[in-house]
């Protein structure tokens, strides 16, 4: 049967979730996060799975009404604009007693998921550190909007360093401590029609340190608004050796040894292999019942350590 999708959000869900759902052989419907009368009239209709792609100040009103309806619902992280949002739609979608997912896609990319079972074969030993450099343009010359707006549940901890956690959380267990220092280096930009400046109030950079439960460190150091783009680095370092990932390879070092070296995803590509392994899975499920993960609470177990990094950053 062909599941039908209703996409609420007209940025990531037009210029990424839409091309990926009708990829898989969905029908879609995309709408406006800010019509909700459309938005009330397609939940309000048949239909197999809600996906939230509304900035974060708007999830918990989008969850909320496809809950009311008894719809699955699919959300994007950073799941509301803190952990209390986040916590009220985990308990309503467990009321629901509805399925749910969080868009954690990259949990999905090929270098991360060869990584990861890298790591559980023990190909590197005990891990030890993980290191993520993103060091991107990709926002420096953007217009404001809620990206950019504390209050709306903007900033690059959410935008990115979300997936950073839940990276840890997935790979890891859970976060003892952590330590973390925002800048904001583009201070004021102009609005849509590029007459008013506005004041930027969240962070387009972050660095963090993270401690593990269970000994593992890691370090993350990124930014929007660089000058100019830098090629992404991921290491991962054992007792026994080291995974290092860049330019679209991921290569397994060992002492004494030649290295492996396995290609990854297209550099050019980085969204379009996750979310096309990540959604078939969200379908197969809406297909069998059968409960799958990242869901609801992983999006709350991240959205309590991003409140932790924003309070570390504040103090």
Known sequence: ????????????GRYAMAPAYTALGCEVELLSPRDMTNIRRAIEAPCDL???HSPPFMHVEHV??????QRNVLCDKPFGRNASEARTMLDQATAAGVMHFLNFEFRFDPARAKMKALLDQGAIGAPLHFSCTLLSALARTRPHGWLFDRALGGGWIGAYASHHVDALHWLFGDIESVSCRTRIDVTSRPDRNGVENHTVTAEDAVIALFRMQNGVTSSLDTTMAAP??????TALLGSEGALYHAGGELVLRR???EPERFKSASPGDPL???LAAWLARVLEALATGAAITPDFSDGLR??????????AAAG
Do not use: H, W, Y
């Not at 049967?1 to 990531?12: D, L, N, S």
């Not at 991240?302 to 309070?311: G, K």
């Open 64 to 69: 909320a009404l496809a809950l009311a309806n």
């Open 302 to 311: 991240c959205a309590e350590v991003l409140d932790r990094m924003r309070d």
């Open 50 to 52: 809600v996906s939230v």
């Open 228 to 233: 100019v783009d830098l090629p992404p680095q």
């Open 272 to 274: 379009g292999p996750p």
């Open 255 to 257: 002492a004494d040894q």
């Open 1 to 12: 049967m062909r599941a039908k999708v209703v996409i609420i959000g007209t940025g990531f």
